[in-house]
Protein backbone atom coordinates (compact mmCIF):
# COMPACT_ATOMS: atom_id res chain seq x y z
CA UNK A 1 0.00 0.00 0.00
CA UNK A 2 3.24 1.91 0.55
CA UNK A 3 3.47 2.68 -3.40
CA UNK A 4 -0.32 4.36 -3.60
CA UNK A 5 0.78 6.84 -0.82
CA UNK A 6 4.15 7.71 -2.42
CA UNK A 7 2.57 7.91 -6.17
CA UNK A 8 -0.48 10.26 -4.55
CA UNK A 9 2.80 12.32 -3.49
CA UNK A 10 4.30 12.63 -6.57
CA UNK A 11 1.06 13.95 -8.00
CA UNK A 12 0.68 16.47 -5.54
CA UNK A 13 4.36 17.60 -6.55
CA UNK A 14 3.72 18.11 -9.57
CA UNK A 15 0.63 19.57 -9.20
CA UNK A 16 2.00 22.28 -6.50
CA UNK A 17 4.67 23.03 -9.68
CA UNK A 18 1.99 24.11 -11.11
CA UNK A 19 -0.31 26.15 -9.13
CA UNK A 20 1.28 28.73 -6.99
CA UNK A 21 -0.78 28.70 -4.10
CA UNK A 22 1.82 26.74 -2.00
CA UNK A 23 -0.87 25.36 -0.43
CA UNK A 24 -0.89 21.38 -2.01
CA UNK A 25 2.48 20.70 -1.30
CA UNK A 26 1.61 20.01 2.06
CA UNK A 27 -0.73 17.26 1.34
CA UNK A 28 2.11 15.89 -0.67
CA UNK A 29 4.05 15.52 2.77
CA UNK A 30 1.08 14.18 4.56
CA UNK A 31 0.90 11.55 1.80
CA UNK A 32 4.35 10.62 2.43
CA UNK A 33 3.49 10.57 6.34
CA UNK A 34 0.74 8.26 5.43
CA UNK A 35 2.99 6.45 3.66
CA UNK A 36 5.09 5.99 6.34
CA UNK A 37 2.46 5.04 8.46
CA UNK A 38 1.56 2.25 6.06
CA UNK A 39 4.82 0.26 6.95
CA UNK A 40 3.50 -0.28 10.14
CA UNK A 41 -0.21 -0.83 9.24
CA UNK A 42 -1.87 -2.33 7.05
CA UNK A 43 -5.00 -0.73 8.01
CA UNK A 44 -6.53 2.12 5.45
CA UNK A 45 -8.72 4.26 7.96
CA UNK A 46 -5.46 4.51 9.93
CA UNK A 47 -3.54 5.64 6.96
CA UNK A 48 -6.18 8.40 5.52
CA UNK A 49 -6.58 9.14 9.16
CA UNK A 50 -2.82 9.80 9.44
CA UNK A 51 -2.85 11.49 5.68
CA UNK A 52 -5.40 14.21 6.91
CA UNK A 53 -4.38 14.85 10.38
CA UNK A 54 -1.20 15.38 9.40
CA UNK A 55 -1.82 17.52 6.13
CA UNK A 56 -3.78 19.61 8.35
CA UNK A 57 -1.46 20.42 10.92
CA UNK A 58 1.40 20.99 8.25
CA UNK A 59 -0.95 23.86 6.68
CA UNK A 60 -2.22 25.31 9.53
CA UNK A 61 1.01 25.40 11.54
CA UNK A 62 3.04 26.64 9.08
CA UNK A 63 0.60 28.94 7.55
CA UNK A 64 2.19 31.75 9.72
CA UNK A 65 5.69 31.12 8.84
CA UNK A 66 5.02 30.90 4.98
CA UNK A 67 3.27 34.08 5.02
CA UNK A 68 6.21 36.18 7.01
CA UNK A 69 8.22 34.81 4.37
CA UNK A 70 6.30 35.87 1.43
CA UNK A 71 5.31 39.22 3.24
CA UNK A 72 5.59 42.26 0.91
CA UNK A 73 5.16 45.18 3.40
CA UNK A 74 6.95 47.83 1.80
CA UNK A 75 7.17 49.04 -1.52
CA UNK A 76 10.24 50.03 -3.08
CA UNK A 77 9.38 54.05 -5.21
CA UNK A 78 12.05 54.02 -7.71
CA UNK A 79 12.88 56.45 -10.74
CA UNK A 80 11.48 59.87 -10.39
CA UNK A 81 8.88 58.71 -7.44
CA UNK A 82 12.24 58.07 -5.24
CA UNK A 83 12.32 61.80 -4.67
CA UNK A 84 8.12 62.01 -3.04
CA UNK A 85 8.39 63.20 0.42
CA UNK A 86 11.98 64.83 0.21
CA UNK A 87 13.04 68.66 0.79
CA UNK A 88 14.37 70.37 -1.94
CA UNK A 89 15.77 73.89 -2.73
CA UNK A 90 13.98 76.45 -5.00
CA UNK A 91 16.35 77.43 -7.61
CA UNK A 92 14.67 79.65 -10.11
CA UNK A 93 11.47 81.47 -8.65
CA UNK A 94 8.28 78.96 -8.69
CA UNK A 95 5.86 81.18 -10.62
CA UNK A 96 2.32 79.33 -11.59
CA UNK A 97 1.38 82.17 -14.13
CA UNK A 98 4.87 82.14 -16.17
CA UNK A 99 5.15 78.10 -15.35
CA UNK A 100 8.33 78.64 -14.72
CA UNK A 101 10.50 77.09 -11.74
CA UNK A 102 13.27 74.71 -10.69
CA UNK A 103 14.55 73.17 -7.96
CA UNK A 104 17.57 71.02 -6.62
CA UNK A 105 16.94 67.44 -5.08
CA UNK A 106 19.52 65.30 -4.13
CA UNK A 107 22.02 66.44 -7.00
CA UNK A 108 19.51 66.24 -9.55
CA UNK A 109 17.52 69.54 -11.20
CA UNK A 110 14.02 69.40 -11.64
CA UNK A 111 11.28 71.68 -13.15
CA UNK A 112 8.86 72.58 -10.33
CA UNK A 113 5.28 73.95 -9.53
CA UNK A 114 3.25 75.19 -6.52
CA UNK A 115 0.79 72.77 -5.07
CA UNK A 116 -0.95 76.11 -4.03
CA UNK A 117 -0.68 78.18 -6.91
CA UNK A 118 1.70 80.51 -4.98
CA UNK A 119 5.02 82.40 -6.21
CA UNK A 120 8.17 80.68 -4.04
CA UNK A 121 10.88 82.39 -4.02
CA UNK A 122 14.32 81.30 -4.78
CA UNK A 123 16.68 79.32 -2.06
CA UNK A 124 13.71 78.57 0.07
CA UNK A 125 13.20 75.19 1.18
CA UNK A 126 10.29 73.12 -0.32
CA UNK A 127 8.81 69.66 0.39
CA UNK A 128 7.86 67.60 -3.07
CA UNK A 129 4.64 66.28 -2.68
CA UNK A 130 4.42 64.10 -6.01
CA UNK A 131 5.08 64.17 -9.51
CA UNK A 132 3.09 65.56 -12.32
CA UNK A 133 4.58 64.78 -15.66
CA UNK A 134 7.98 65.67 -15.38
CA UNK A 135 7.55 68.60 -12.87
CA UNK A 136 7.52 68.42 -9.29
CA UNK A 137 4.98 69.85 -7.12
CA UNK A 138 5.39 71.22 -4.30
CA UNK A 139 4.95 73.15 -1.46
CA UNK A 140 6.55 75.64 0.92
CA UNK A 141 4.73 74.66 4.20
CA UNK A 142 7.13 71.39 4.67
CA UNK A 143 6.18 70.93 8.56
CA UNK A 144 2.14 71.03 7.69
CA UNK A 145 2.30 69.38 4.00
CA UNK A 146 4.33 66.31 5.53
CA UNK A 147 1.74 65.43 7.16
CA UNK A 148 -0.88 65.60 4.27
CA UNK A 149 1.95 63.67 2.29
CA UNK A 150 1.72 61.14 4.84
CA UNK A 151 -2.40 60.72 4.85
CA UNK A 152 -1.84 60.37 0.85
CA UNK A 153 0.21 57.44 1.98
CA UNK A 154 -2.62 55.99 3.73
CA UNK A 155 -4.69 56.41 1.65
CA UNK A 156 -3.54 54.54 -1.12
Not at 39 to 67: E, G, H, Y
Not at 116 to 133: M, N, Q, R, T
Request: proline content about 1%.
Amino acid sequence: MWYIWLILAGIFMIVEIMTVGFLIFWLGLGSLCAMVTSFFTDNIIIQATVFVVTSTLFIFCTRPFVKKLTKKDKIVVTNAFAIVGKKAIVLKDINPTDGTGQIKVDGQVWSAKCEEGKIISKDSEVLILAIDGVKAVVTDKCSKSSNKLEEKENVK
